[in-house]
């Protein structure tokens, strides 16, 4: 069964500090797999993606790794800041189809 | 640029009243679109999906129903609202031209907070 998950379900770091968002997969066959940036009440917004050829990439303080050997994924963000507050969803896609599998996302909550 | 656009962006609605929420993409033509609902504390949920006018899929056996009356407009619907129906709906879009495809991914919209009371 095509699923994600993602841990940990929620974090809470001081501003400033780096963190780990994590995402395993076991979707398959492998097409592709993006972090979206979730604010309270909004609707996600893409922050990278990664094919299968890619091990990492980086946009701004984020970082995005990809293993597909183990089908892990993880999110990397340096020097977080109190706008970094907000869900972080890892979407991966199978080849050959329309569809998205959706992990139910890490709730990161940056404080002062 | 292309934009997507929906609304309303909060819904407060009766138990066995309708429901018509409406979703339109701009600067672009034949996407691929979709409807998802997120609960509380929940993932997304992929409710319906089309890749052309008049073209529907459902996911899930549910209360609502969708349709694709012009290439880039989307509605969400429901005869008769249940408390369960209520959730944040997220319209979404991805470019329909063909490869690279696996390059493209979901622009979605702002959202729609509805609550069945």
């Known amino acids: 069964k095509n699923q994600v998950e993602q841990s940990p379900q929620s974090l809470i770091i001081l501003e400033g500090k780096n963190c780990t968002l994590q995402?395993?997969?076991?979707?398959?066959?492998?097409?592709?797999l993006r972090w979206y940036k979730q604010d309270t009440g909004r609707g996600p917004v893409s922050l990278t993606i990664m094919t299968f050829s890619e091990n990492t990439k980086s946009n701004g303080r984020y970082t995005a790794t990809l293993d597909a050997d183990t089908k892990q994924s993880s999110l990397h963000i340096t020097a977080s800041q109190l706008s970094d507050s907000a869900s972080y969803i890892c979407v991966v896609r199978s080849s050959g189809t329309y569809k998205y599998i959706f992990g139910t996302g890490t709730r990161l909550k940056v404080l002062a | 640029s292309q934009t997507i656009h929906q609304w309303p962006a909060t819904l407060v609605q009766p138990v066995g009243s309708p429901l018509s929420l409406e979703c339109t993409v701009e600067g672009t033509s034949n996407p691929n679109l979709y409807w998802y609902r997120q609960a509380a504390g929940r993932g997304l949920q992929l409710l319906f999906y089309?890749?052309?006018?008049?073209?529907i899929s459902s996911e899930v056996p549910q209360n609502l129903s969708a349709s694709r009356p012009q290439d880039r407009q989307f509605i969400l619907s429901s005869k008769k609202l249940l408390l369960s129906d209520s959730g944040f709906y997220l319209c979404?879009?991805?470019?329909?031209?063909?490869?690279?495809?696996?390059?493209?991914?979901?622009?979605f919209g702002s959202g729609t907070r509805l609550t069945v009371v």
């Open positions: 995402c395993n997969y076991t979707v398959s066959p492998f097409s592709n």
């Open positions: 089309s890749v052309g006018i008049g073209q």
């Open positions: 979404a879009w991805i470019q329909g031209l063909h490869p690279p495809f696996s390059s493209y991914g979901y622009t």
